[in-house]
């Protein structure tokens, strides 16, 4: 039997890992921790409810008593709770992002030293943490890290911790760093899943400061099958990038549009908006081939990933329309100044 704990599986790359690892590790038994706050959704994985292989605890990582408790039983630990939304992470609230994604990971990384536990402990992060990168570089690993956001300083910091404890005393850390993804689940706060369910209800699509940044797109899938290689084939207290590359780059604007184009809908949706992410970085790139000596590749074009995406989104109005209410219509209206449909 394989123990694993997940923290945030009921999250958007959370909930795809938790299927997926139990779909491929029969051996596999999945503890998900949870504090369920705005983005968490128990319905992400309400198909796994009668498994005798899944367990949900709704908890926090930053409570030390049942962190202990929980990590003790472990194989292996990866850890997805976090705060992820820039747009979100406003100086005014970055104490909450550090709280998570620093603070937490240093939770669950001081349980496991005092249990004295040999788990693999797998930090999951983000490309965002070496900043905006001018063309055609692609930073390793090792590049000089460049936040931008209270959000990806966070992350870098999470990250940080994560190592520290593997150099200080020898624990089985792992950093993953990955580019954007898209998918089924994904909280419709980010660019694809708002522009999808936006585009449904005829809705304006806010697209930023000339739709001119460029992001690299990773289908979720994708990014979970790097995950479980680097819990079985990683090296301990390595960082790995994990990126689709692709070739060409897309920038906001042409991805919006391919969207438009699948979805059935005119471009008069695009509704150009300056000004509401300060700081906002231009492009993100890695490089991606210490995971890809690993045997890695991604699987799904973006194209293919998107309209898998897009015909998610229109067989599941029963999953987004409840979330685009309460909390997410107050954030929407502060954040745009303009009404999300309910
Ligand atoms: O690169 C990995 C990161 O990808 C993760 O670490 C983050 O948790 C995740 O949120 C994502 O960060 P981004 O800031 O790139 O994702 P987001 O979907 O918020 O924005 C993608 C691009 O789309 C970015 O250039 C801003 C733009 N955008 C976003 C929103 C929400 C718009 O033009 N309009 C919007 O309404």
Redesign the pocket.
């Known amino acids: 039997m394989r123990r694993v704990l997940v923290t945030g599986g009921c999250g958007f790359i959370g909930s795809n890992f938790v299927r997926m690892l139990l779909a491929e590790e029969p051996a596999a038994h999945v503890v998900n921790l949870d504090l369920l706050t705005y983005a968490g959704n128990p319905r992400n994985l309400e198909d796994l409810e009668d498994s005798a292989r899944y367990r949900f605890v709704h908890g926090d990582v930053r409570d030390e008593v049942l962190a202990e408790e929980l990590v003790r039983d472990a194989d292996w630990i990866v850890n997805f709770a976090?705060e992820?939304?820039?747009?979100r992470s406003t100086p005014a609230k970055a104490g909450e992002f550090i709280e998570t994604n620093v603070y937490g990971p240093y939770v669950l990384l001081d349980a496991l030293r005092r249990t004295q536990n040999a788990a693999r402990f797998l930090q999951v992060?983000?490309?965002?943490v070496y900043g905006s990168i001018s063309p055609p570089a692609r930073p390793r690993e090792d590049a000089f890290l460049n936040p931008s956001s209270p959000?990806?300083a966070s992350?870098a910091g999470g990250d940080l911790q994560a190592l520290g404890f593997h150099r200080m005393l020898g624990m089985d850390v792992i950093v993953s760093r990955?580019?954007?993804?898209y998918g089924p689940y994904q909280y419709p706060?980010?660019?694809?899943p708002?522009?999808i369910t936006n585009a449904l209800q005829d809705e304006p699509?806010?697209?930023?400061?000339g739709?001119t940044?460029?992001?690299?797109w990773l289908w979720v899938d994708d990014h979970c099958q790097a995950l479980l290689l680097l819990l079985r084939e990683g090296q301990a207290g390595e960082i790995y990038n994990v990126g689709a590359n692709q070739e060409p780059e897309i920038t906001?604007g042409e991805l919006?549009r391919i969207l438009l184009r699948l979805l059935g809908k005119p471009e008069s949706l695009i509704h150009p908006?300056d000004g509401?992410?300060p700081g906002?970085?231009q492009r993100?790139a890695v490089d991606t081939s210490k995971v890809r000596a690993l045997g890695w590749a991604p699987s799904v074009e973006l194209e293919e990933g998107m309209e898998r995406t897009v015909a998610w989104y229109q067989a599941r109005r029963d999953w987004w329309e409840p979330i685009k209410s309460g909390e997410y219509r107050d954030y929407y209206r502060r954040h745009?100044r303009f009404e999300a449909k309910g």
Not at 189 to 192: I, N, S, T, V
Not at 205 to 209: E, K, T, V
Not at 213 to 216: E, L, N, P, V, Y
């Open positions: 976090a992820t939304h820039v747009d992060g983000t490309d965002e959000y990806s992350k990955s580019t954007n993804n706060e980010k660019l694809l708002l522009f699509l806010p697209l930023y400061d739709g940044q460029i992001r690299d906001n919006t908006v509401l992410r906002h970085d993100y745009y």
